[in-house]
């Protein structure tokens, strides 16, 4: 299949930055996935899908459904042109904290725990007190103490009590957290709960993550999740999260081209459900560490892998978004700040990419999440920002009297400018200056552990509830868990 078969009439395909692969081998990505989706097939574990794919002329062998070129073709055609719009402006922006971890780093113990319904109000309150974030997002996982029969409708009500940011979920209706089992019912509800709370009838209200099954699937929970999206009007990130030699073939490139099919399976589902509905792409794919059969985050592979598929998501005009901030580590250490700082920073330097979404304070693979990682990324994010977007210098037109004054005062402290000086500069109250101390451990003072729980206790206090009307109270009381009613 020629690669034209992918190219829309407003296409440029050329990046304006640097580049990890060149035209010729984004093309032969495009050829093979779109070969897989002909020869192969994506398996759609519904009826109702397999047979809205054979009204459209697509061949159904059992589950999988093989996907000709025209209907490829179509539903490119058929997507809105990308709203990341390149500015020139590069940025590391925080969506929402935690991703969707299971697991808390205790900050008393040290050790890992299931997440509480304390934990999930603790990382709203500090979202809540910081300008970086964009979004909010039920980012402890299903946490203990959510006692009601609803469980993922008692997520989505706790995040609209404690965060009046954009709904943009990573949580899905599953089987298990919804009541009876009704996925359907839930997922639609939770976008009703949403549009009567922030007051909205028309325009989408939430974004959501939707992730399919490597390899090459579409199971029935992820289905229904997005066919109510789809009839909801809401937006979707197709997010395939496939491992090297587990999931997904044991290459790198042989896993963009796999993610790069199903990604496109989906789309065409969906525009087969509702012509011109918008997609985005994004991809939480990675190496395999066959030591231990985790997968590993915080790594060049996970830079190239994603970058990969960014760079062929910008060929074929789709949004696309990169993700950052991630780690393996299982510690506030070296390790994890690396990592953290790596996958933030290093694609702007591979890639036309301009901004990089990150979610603070993931840890241990996405499996686990911390309060003290979440202040130091954050930490890392404004200092990623200084770089990438610089600095607004100033002349001093005072400058040669100011230096010919020095010559008797021996310093500037009493003839420079305080304001000129935090205008231009900036201390971390996080970050550990204060150089060598002497003494036993315990009599030192400061520390980043200790400013960490500063700013921790800090800003949980400084936080206040969004306002919300009586009704809107009443409406939310159905479905918070006991600790979080009003």
Sequence with gaps: MSDKTFEKKHLNPVQKGPALLDRETIASICEQAAGILADIGVAFETDSARDLFRKHGATIHGKQVKIPASLLEQALKNLPEPTGALTGKKSVAASS??????????????????????DAVKMYQLAGTSDLYASANPGVA????????????????????YSDRRPAIGLRATGSNTRHADVRFSAKKAIHLIKEIREAD?????????????????DEECLMN??????????????????????????LMGTVIH???????????????????NVGLSSSSTMTDLKTLQPSYGSP???????????VCRHLQIDCTLC??????????????????????????????????????????????????????????????????????SMDPQLKDKLKKSLDTGSFLSIGSA????????????????????????????????????????????????????????????????????
Excluded: W
């Design 97 to 118: 904290p935690f991703g969707n971890a299971p697991m808390i780093k205790d900050e008393h113990t040290g050790q890992f725990r299931r997440g509480t319904i304390a």
């Design 142 to 161: 299903d946490p203990e103490g959510n006692d009601n029969d609803d469980p993922f409708l008692g997520q989505i009500a706790m995040m609209l009590k």
């Design 202 to 218: 028309t325009l989408p209200v939430m974004e959501q993550g939707i992730c399919p099954m490597a390899p090459l699937s579409y």
């Design 226 to 251: 997005l066919e109510v999206l789809v009839e909801e009007a809401q937006g979707i990130t197709i997010i395939p999260c496939t491992l090297t030699f587990m999931t997904g073939p044991e290459s």
């Design 259 to 277: 993610d790069i099919a199903i990604s496109l399976a989906g789309i065409v589902y969906v525009q087969l459900l509702m012509p011109g509905t």
């Design 301 to 311: 592979e996970y830079l190239y892998t994603q970058i990969m598929f960014y760079e």
């Design 324 to 393: 950052g901030c991630l780690s393996d580590s299982r510690e506030n250490d070296y390790q994890s700040g690396f990592e953290s700082c790596m996958t933030a920073l290093a694609p702007f330097s591979l890639t036309d990419v301009q901004q990089v979404f990150c979610s603070p304070g993931l840890m241990a693979s996405f499996a686990g999440a911390g309060f003290t990682k979440m202040i130091l990324d954050e930490e890392i994010l404004i200092n990623c920002n200084r770089v990438l977007q610089g600095l607004d210098l």
């Design 419 to 486: 304001a000129l000086y935090r205008k231009e500069q900036r201390v971390s109250r996080i970050f550990d200056k204060t150089g060598i101390q002497t003494g036993p451990p315990a009599s030192q003072k400061g520390g980043l552990a200790d400013n960490v729980s500063r700013e921790i206790e800090k800003r949980c206090a400084a936080y206040v509830l969004p306002a919300r009307s009586r009704t809107q109270k009443n409406l939310l009381q159905k479905y918070l868990p006991t600790p979080c009613k009003y």
